[in-house]
């Protein structure tokens, strides 16, 4: 450990300072953090564990030899706080700060580098001294589209967290705004939360909490009472929440390695009977939960004979149908390809997979290949108006689409055109060539460009060619089912595509 202390605090050695002005600010009082203020932040909440923090720092030996620095490469750093990310001193000194404060640590070995130390900057059992700048900090965002923010207040135990299908007894304190709502001790199943009028967004969260753990989520409204509200609450439709939740105790469910295959198949049953339950009411995030927990238990099971493989791919096609039209309402048709995919491995002939996938990628504007999809619909089933019906609607966006193409390369063909003419005549002039040649060149470009802006028209529409003769082929027939079976025939076709299997 080196002797030679020449870093210096006003003007003062630094150990004799922080000797006189250091906090301890270790759980343990050890004086392996110790902490001096240079300008203090502002009044208000501290860093929780888990909240992503933004920091400046300088790390110098006390020798006052620099060996890093975040302004030095012009970026702040982030991490997660409290979580082991980085070294044990910052993880403390970070959580004791306020919002714009500056502060310097001194962190004994134990605490920073220890007595491996850093090769090349940092020699082994070496405390150091980190100057400090909180920017900013905000909670642990948990999903995606940050729809879930979680605050721990208190830290849990262990090091194991509920899973979907775990019994769970939790402490809510639920807030809209300033007004408390909802104060009280409940238990549920992960996943099932809603049957106990407990949000998704709670449900959601348990499988990132321990077990004595108290947190604060912010709920935006899909993880909360959605555009629906709670009447029974007093709360209104799209409004943020706030929840308290402290995790008292837990049941883990088994794991699927846990499990043995009939006893997978005999749940799969129950499972996808609550998923059909919240589908139909609309609740389509917890139907995704549960049918989700099927692909799991079964998309890698094989079985061992004929009977068994039948339960199995069955429960399997139908939960990766489910699942796509849940995704299709949910809007996630990226999520709605890849299940119809998964099925149509397994089928390749399945009428719902090919479809929904259709409807998929004619909202994403994927025009060609949801027509492709929905003649497909018809070679596996020709009676089936609603592909036909589709198929009209892709045929008309294609047309749309191309005449929006057409536009823009004529415009973009035309200025190219005017261009190209006027530097032939320029050239012409400055080199004395005949202007009728000229004149000649660019009626060629002018046709050139005409013809370049039209063939894709002609090439687009031939390939419709085949499909246009094989709808007249069938128009009579149609026509005359559909005087007998008229609208009603047709809606009830539609309906049966667009519920859960």
Not at 366 to 372: D, G, I
């Amino acid at each position: 450990m080196t002797t030679d202390q020449d870093l210096t605090m006003d003007g003062q050695p630094a150990t004799a300072v922080f000797a006189a002005k250091g906090i301890d600010v270790t759980t343990s009082k050890d004086q392996g953090v110790l902490k001096v203020v240079k300008r203090h932040g502002l009044d208000g909440e501290r860093p929780m564990v888990g909240d992503k923090v933004t920091v400046h720092y300088t790390g110098k030996l006390l020798t006052g030899e620099k060996f890093d620095c975040s302004r030095d490469r012009k970026e702040a750093f982030c991490f997660n706080v409290g979580k082991g990310q980085v070294l044990k001193a910052w993880d403390i000194g970070v959580l004791s700060m306020q919002m714009g404060e500056v502060c310097t640590l001194l962190c004994k070995p134990e605490y920073a580098y220890g007595s491996v130390g850093n090769p090349e900057k940092i020699p082994p059992n070496s405390s150091v001294v980190f100057e400090m700048e909180l920017l900013k900090f905000e909670g642990e965002i948990l999903t995606d589209d940050s729809g879930i923010i979680r605050r721990i207040k208190v830290k849990g135990d262990g090091y194991t967290n509920p899973n979907d299908g775990s019994s769970v007894e939790v402490h809510l304190e639920g807030r809209c705004g300033d007004r408390l709502f909802d104060c009280r001790d409940v238990s549920f199943i992960v996943g099932e939360a809603e049957d106990k009028d407990v949000p998704l967004g709670v449900d959601r969260a348990m499988d990132k909490m321990q077990k004595g753990e108290c947190c604060v989520l912010y709920l935006k409204p899909k993880y909360g009472f959605g555009s629906e509200g709670k009447p029974e609450y007093k709360v209104g439709p799209d409004r943020d929440l706030i929840y308290e939740v402290t995790l008292k105790s837990f049941q883990r469910a088994k794991e699927t390695w846990e499990m043995e295959l009939p006893e997978k198949l005999d749940l799969a049953a129950g499972v996808k009977h609550k998923g059909n339950q919240y589908f139909k009411v609309g609740l389509y995030h917890q139907a995704v939960i549960q049918y989700q927990r099927i692909v799991s238990w079964l998309e890698m099971e094989c079985g061992t004979g004929t009977e068994q493989q039948k339960r199995i791919q069955s429960f399997t096609l139908t939960a990766h149908l489910n699942l796509a039209l849940c995704f299709l309402r949910m809007k996630d048709f990226s999520q709605v390809v890849d299940n119809c995919n998964k099925v149509i491995e397994l089928d390749e002939d399945n009428e719902k997979a090919l479809y929904r996938r259709g409807e998929a990628r004619l909202l994403r504007n994927e025009f060609s290949m949801a027509m492709e999809d929905f003649q497909q619909v018809l070679r596996v089933n020709p009676s089936n108006r609603a592909a036909h019906a589709q198929i009209s609607i892709c045929q008309s966006k294609i047309k749309e689409h191309h005449e929006q193409d057409k536009k823009t390369y004529a415009n973009m063909f035309q200025k190219f055109a005017e261009r190209d003419t006027k530097l032939l005549e320029e050239e012409a002039h400055s080199h004395e060539l005949d202007i009728g040649h000229v004149k000649s060149m660019t009626i060629f470009i002018i046709f050139m460009t005409f013809l370049i802006n039209n063939v894709s028209f002609f090439l687009n529409n031939c390939s419709h060619v085949c499909f246009i003769s094989y709808q007249q082929i069938g128009k009579t027939k149609r026509r005359r089912d559909e005087s007998v079976n008229g609208e009603v025939g047709n809606k009830r076709r539609r309906r049966s595509q667009d519920c859960p299997s």
